[in-house]
T-cell receptor, first 114, second 113 residues
């Protein structure tokens, strides 16, 4: 069946370092991917998305890379700050059509120390 | 702009009672999704609704769980005769009529004693 997974459950970095969080997916037909940040006690917060016709997309301090050949995507956070500490999920949306359910991976807990 | 609203934020029920979780989508959004999150896990899709219609309930347990999104008022996720295994965080998301960027509410944390 379809699955979305992250390589590491936890990642610890120092403030100011760059963070890389990885995710693998299994559905080669997937068209749309989203990274969410979830802080303790809160709902997932949209960070950045990427369509399958792109390899890279940049936001403010974040970059998502998509490698369709190996079905892998990554989230890069530049100059990581303590406020970035949270659980990060990649989510797979099979198609961009309204009504398609998101399939979430298990999450990577990012801990940023000062 | 108000985001997706959910209430209550925390709900405690004893085994056998009913739980009602409410979700008000963002203004202009006509699509509502419910997800469940167990501790240390990602969110799992339960049901997708539009106004007065259940479109996809493939993630809903076959018994005790139901959902609705009436013409007026919030979407309701109803769990009858709750059991301890129902304890989880339940998140609602909404998306606009076109496209599928889903915005999440803060969740309802259900604890079954």
């Amino acid at each position: 069946g379809e699955s979305v997974g992250l390589h590491l459950p936890t990642l610890s970095v120092q403030e100011g370092d760059n963070s890389i969080i990885n995710c693998a997916y299994s559905n080669s037909a997937s068209d749309y991917f989203i990274w969410y940040k979830q802080e303790s006690g809160k709902g997932p917060q949209f960070i950045i998305d990427i369509r399958s016709n792109m390899d890279k997309r940049q936001g403010q301090r974040v970059t998502v890379l998509l490698n369709k050949t190996v079905k892998h995507l990554s989230l890069q956070i530049a100059a990581t700050q303590p406020g970035d500490s949270a659980v990060y999920f990649c989510a797979d949306l099979g198609t961009f059509q309204a009504g398609t359910a998101l399939i979430f991976g298990k999450g990577t807990t990012l801990s940023v120390s000062s | 702009n108000a985001g997706v609203m959910q209430n209550p934020r925390h709900l405690v029920r004893r085994r056998g009672q009913e739980a009602r979780l409410r979700c008000s989508p963002m203004k202009g959004h006509s699509h509502v999704y419910w997800y469940r999150q167990l501790p240390e896990e990602g969110l799992k899709f339960m049901v997708y609704l539009q106004k007065e219609n259940i479109i996809d309930e493939s993630g809903m347990p076959k018994e005790r769980f139901s959902a609705e999104f009436p013409k007026e008022g919030p979407s309701i996720l109803r769990i009858q005769q709750v059991v301890r295994g129902d304890s989880a965080a339940y998140f609602c998301a909404s998306s606009p009529p076109q496209g599928n960027e889903q915005f999440f509410g803060p969740g309802t944390r259900l604890t079954v004693l």
